[in-house]
T-cell receptor, first 111, second 116 residues
Framework: QKEVEQDPGPLSVPEGAIVSLNCTYSNSAFQYFMWYRQYSRKGPELLMYTYSSGNKEDGRFTAQVDKSSKHISLFIRDSQPSDSATYLC???????????FGTGTRLTIIP | EPEVTQTPSHQVTQMGQEVILRCVPISNHLYFYWYRQILGQKVEFLVSFYNNEISEKSEIFDDQFSVERPDGSNFTLKIRSTKLEDSAMYFCASSPGLAAGGNEQFFGPGTRLTVL
């Protein structure tokens, strides 16, 4: 069983829609959860960082962690064509330890 | 805004040759990492480095790989004898550490390594 699973997509939505991206994980020790955005052949760019369960909002982005179901979500409101990228979820058990990544979901926002 | 930088952006080498990938982490960060991403696959952890020593390494990080922080700013990954399967994007990342501000890992733009 993969430690972090993510639907690879591709996912296409019209501009302005709300996007929901999801991951599940199997390692109960995971406490730190991150979402990265990666444009083609570029480095992962940190979008959101959360610790343990709960919600965190930053502008149009909301990260949600439910440790009881081992489910991680990223919501993008008012999606823009510039949001088109691959979104990676990543987790680690302790701060500053290695990140375990999902495979990434490729998102396209259609103008 | 400070960022992680990596050189070169693209490295082409012959199988069996040694390569050194270079990274300049964000100033005052304490934790350093190397990850790699084979084309079309997920990002994989290679090694973490703290206080001038390796703190963790993956199965991928065998005797052909080594890391070094030769001075106060650079962080390098050396592959002694490259194999075809080493072809990938290599990402350097750094983190300030909880005491210095947080556990977030910030990634560089990557070095694309092509082994012929």
């Amino acid at each position: 069983q993969k430690e972090v699973e993510q639907d690879p997509g591709p996912l296409s939505v019209p501009e302005g829609a709300i996007v929901s991206l999801n991951c599940t994980y199997s390692n109960s020790a995971f406490q730190y959860f991150m979402w990265y955005r990666q444009y083609s052949r570029k480095g992962p760019e940190l979008l959101m960082y959360t610790y343990s369960s709960g919600n965190k909002e930053d502008g149009r982005f909301t990260a949600q962690v439910d440790k009881s179901s081992k489910h991680i979500s990223l919501f993008i409101r008012d999606s823009q064509p510039s949001d088109s990228a691959t979104y990676l979820c990543a987790s680690s058990p302790f701060g500053n330890e290695k990140l375990t990544f999902g495979t990434g979901t490729r998102l396209t926002i259609i103008p | 805004e400070p960022e992680v930088t990596q050189t070169p952006s693209h490295q082409v080498t012959q199988m069996g040759q040694e390569v050194i990938l270079r990274c300049v982490p964000i100033s005052n960060h304490l934790y350093f990492y190397w990850y790699r991403q084979i084309l079309g696959q997920k990002v994989e952890f290679l090694v973490s480095f703290y206080n001038n020593e390796i703190s963790e390494k993956s199965e991928i990080f065998d005797d052909q790989f080594s890391v070094e922080r030769p001075d106060g700013s650079n962080f390098t990954l050396k592959i002694r004898s490259t194999k075809l399967e080493d072809s990938a994007m290599y990402f350097c990342a750094s983190s300030p550490g909880l005491a210095a501000g947080g556990n977030e890992q910030f990634f560089g733009p990557g070095t694309r390594l092509t082994v012929l």
